[in-house]
């Protein structure tokens, strides 16, 4: 077939300026008359707008990698938390001074407009939010990337507050349709569950499913910085085989005629809003089972169109698994070229195994993923012989290589204690190369979940630090601050964050202090009239703005923060004269639905607040605010005008964190535990930059595993006896003593995250906080060397460590 070139200019890629191509499409594909469109439809217009200039390069680009025979990446995640996407487009594109100059002329603001596309969330936290870093970071650094995840309906829940109560209702994201979405009709596969598996005359294994459910694909470009490389983000959405039982139908049973449909098309309803909780269900396996196997067909089926010998699989594809959820692959894979495409067992295994990697983003005992056998017997039965195959594989490896080791420990599948199939075991065995997302997250996996396996495979476990995409995380979020970066260094740190170090030797020069300060705050009264816009509550915008953002869960201590704040409170009560450093605290984050515990944090929260701002002896001297329904459009508006940022998570715990680099490539101090990439953070920012506190992780660890008696730990910390006695006797509930009973509980008789112990010096450190902030022009110089200095976490440099050392994928930089 022959192409011929578009002698009519249709596109707007064809077409004079932006506005003409927006314009043309407000009119011919959302249906409006300028006079009666409203921001939405601009929204939709512009997007469409700027798609079709995206298009040009994702077309040159899939042809550029077919021609060149590029080795493909593959990244297999569940959640991909990409935010609003026209920003990021319109930025990557160059395009941000033409849109603002077209709706400038019109009378219109160009951010009411990108605040009117809705957030599609489709993941809980970290982990999804990095995959969508990683999606902008692999198409600015010219890799061959492909996403592959699901398209939920239903984003993470809505989060309100009813009386302080968290309330969790339906995202609805796909409301007004997705103008980012190709829906691609002709891409579906089928995937299987459930049904027996029979041996045949030959010999082979025949499985006989139960249940059939189509994957069906919708793509997204991703366009990297200057927009020449765009890569394809796939998301599968689920329908049934069978159309519409119409004999039913006709019959007048209609809800019987269209069942099928629904129980298929629920595989993709919603996300799934746990995060660090193991409450296995039948639904999210069967979410996992469905993407991975759509993603791995789809592969396969692209390795096909040019390639014959399925040895050379590892050689144009590298499939990357974001933690165990999609790790399913490791038998699936051998499946396919078993069952499908007729290749011996230990083969295949060998062609999977050098294609798969995995990513581990926790250590948590209860978040290591497992399936109860029987489960896996029932939904996948094929898939089950092949793990049961692979743990004989990998012990006759073993045997051959330590004579009597016990690899029984070791093994996917545990037949004791009721029966498991241990998804991390069976993502180490399947992969060539697993990492860590930190370095000391990294060290702690080779000392405690994977010990034995590290001992087998000593190479096989390897670091690559997390990082932030600067276009989003810094350019487009905080454009006060990347102009005045620019107009300092000039712009290469868009495209090369390492560039930004040249801003250090500005730290020192008054004048570039004095216009770092007014930046911040003027994000500081932006920042403060969204939280009026969003609570209600208004704060002084000079007071130090205090945040801790993320998932709320034990281990990251928002509780440790509320009680330094309930302590604050006495203390400024006591003396109000005393020469306090006003302070906003600020929290936002969401709890899973079941996670009782964290609700009930959320609650106290709120209630702290409520009496700490209605308190007119503290008046500005303490805010507390918690903002509803975090997400990543709400962290955009929270990070540039923070002065400090809460990373107080037990040590050994938080696997890397990503939000600490947010903040502090946006200025913000960091008051931190060595935990995570806070080490890393500290080594490139310097001591005197950071405020570092409390255990570290061996300590924390030696305490747990010894049980520490927290009672006693309180009864020595007066300020912390204070508040829990407050607390208990309904000080913060109206009298009510019983309401926190759960919280003081925890603190009292358990306290597994070691609250106690760190008290006092988090209290102490919040002291020098308040002290250095005072001295307000050595606080910003020192807020100018932790911008200059986390250049090295972009994601850019996370990528390139990835394609060098896991993927040998090297970047087109064509
Ligand atoms: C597992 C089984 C069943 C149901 C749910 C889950 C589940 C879901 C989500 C388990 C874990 C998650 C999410 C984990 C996560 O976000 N981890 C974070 O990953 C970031 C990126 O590496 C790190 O920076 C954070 O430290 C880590 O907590």
Redesign the pocket.
Known sequence: MTTRDLDMPVTPANALTLGDAVLRHLVYSVGKDQSHAVERDWCVALSLAIRDLMVDGWMDTTRRIYKTKQKRVYYLSM?FMIGRLLEDAIANMGLIKEAKEFFGELGLNLSDILNSEPDPALG?????R?AACFMDSMATVGVAGIGYGIRYEHGIFRQSFQDGWQLEEPEDWLVFGNAWEFQRPEVEYSVEFGGSVQRDNTGKMIWTPSERILAGAFDTPIAGWGGKHVNTLRLWSARSAEVLNLHQFNQGEFMAAAQQQVLAESITKVL?P???????REL?LKQEVFFTSASLQDILRRFRLDNTNWNELPQYAAVQLN?T?PAIAVPELVRLLVDKHGLEFVESFEIARATLHYTN??LLPE?L?KWPLELFERCLPRHLQIIREIDNLFAAEVAAKYEGKNVDPMKAIDPHHGGWVRMGNLAFIGSSHVNG?SALHTELMKQTVFKDLHEIYPDRILNQT?GITPRRWLYECNPLLADLITETIGDAWVKDLEHIAALAPHADDKTFRKKFAAVKAENKVHLAAFIKQQTGIVVNPTSLFDVQIKRIHEYKRQLLNALETMALYNAIKEDPSAGWTPRVKIFAGKAAPSYTLAKLIIKLINDVAAKVNADEDVGDLLNVVFLPNYNVSAAEELIPGADLSEQISTAGF?????GNMKFALNGALTIGTLD?ANVEIKDHVGDDNIFIFGMEADEVARRQQEGCQPWMTVSETPRLQEVVKQISSGFYSHGDTERFAGVVDNVLAHDYFQVTPDFDAYWETQRKVDAEFKDVDNWHRKAILNTANMGWFSADRTIRGYAKDIWKALPDEG
């Open positions: 959640e809980n936290g970290g982990l999804g990095l799934y746990g995060d660090h909780t193991a409450e296995g999210r933690d959820h983003h926790t978040a993923e997302v997390n938080e696997a890397s964190g990503t995570g």
